[in-house]
């Protein structure tokens, strides 16, 4: 079975500023999907950004950016130009390549925007 | 398109009463989610269906839970009878088979006491 790992429960930074939110995984498998997404006090599930594991090539969305590192499972999303918006819960998810199977996911970073 | 569509929003009930939720998906997607959250759990996988029929339900907690999908336009979790610890936040999601990309609905919050 696939594990998903957040260390961070919850970071604070100030407006403006630069974040990295950290996510390591376990899998046996070589094709999967890897995603982050944001749940807000609304609590509505938002796509933030997804990756393909037999992608190179790091997803970028807007402010977001991911660093995929495939051989340390490693899979940290960068938001750039924090906003007071960007506050929320913030999970990483993991889906296996093989089929249409539902997402496992981390226990997810607590993200506060300070102004 | 509405999104994923999920009802009620709040539910609050007494233990040992039956809680029926309710998920439509979007149309035209064929694999269908519940997922449970808790502070205690985080976000589970119940059950998911692919073309309305049942896949896995490994994550179901126990017999007092079901899970139906009678068309590909509904979808129904039940919990008879329930008890406090299932009170958690339910989501549906939905997606096309062989894509990655899914949409949760808004969640049912549910509260047992």
């Known amino acids: 079975a696939q594990t998903v790992t957040q260390s961070q429960p919850e970071m604070s930074v100030q407006e403006a500023e630069t974040v990295t939110l950290s996510c390591t995984y376990d899998?046996?498998?070589?094709?999967?999907?890897l995603f982050w997404y944001k749940q807000p006090p609304s609590r509505q599930m938002i796509l933030v950004i997804r990756?393909?594991?037999?992608?190179?090539q790091n997803a970028t969305e807007n402010r977001f950016s991911v660093n995929f590192q495939k051989a340390a499972k490693s899979f940290s999303l960068k938001i750039s130009d924090s906003q007071l918006g960007d506050t929320a819960m913030y999970f990483c998810?993991?889906?296996?390549?093989?089929?249409?199977?539902?997402?496992?996911f981390g226990k997810g970073t607590h993200l506060i925007i300070q102004p | 398109d509405a999104g994923v569509i999920q009802s009620p929003r709040h539910e609050v009930t007494e233990m040992g009463q039956e809680v029926t939720l309710r998920c439509k998906p979007i149309?035209?997607?064929?694999?269908l989610f519940w997922y449970r959250q808790t502070m205690m759990r985080g976000l589970e996988l119940l059950i998911y269906?692919?073309?309305?029929?049942?896949?896995?339900d490994s994550g179901m907690p126990e017999d007092r839970f079901s899970a139906k999908m009678p068309n590909a336009s509904f979808s129904t979790l039940k919990i008879q009878p329930s008890e406090p610890r299932d009170s958690a936040v339910y989501f549906c999601?939905?997606?096309?088979?062989?894509?990655?990309?899914?949409?949760f609905g808004s969640g049912t919050r549910l509260t047992v006491v």
């Open positions: 999601a939905s997606s096309l088979r062989d894509s990655y990309g899914y949409t």
């Open positions: 899998t046996s498998e070589n094709n999967y999907y």
């Open positions: 990756q393909e594991a037999y992608k190179q």
């Open positions: 998810a993991f889906r296996s390549g093989g089929g249409a199977d539902g997402l496992t």
């Open positions: 149309s035209g997607h064929n694999s």
């Open positions: 269906f692919n073309n309305n029929v049942p896949i896995d």
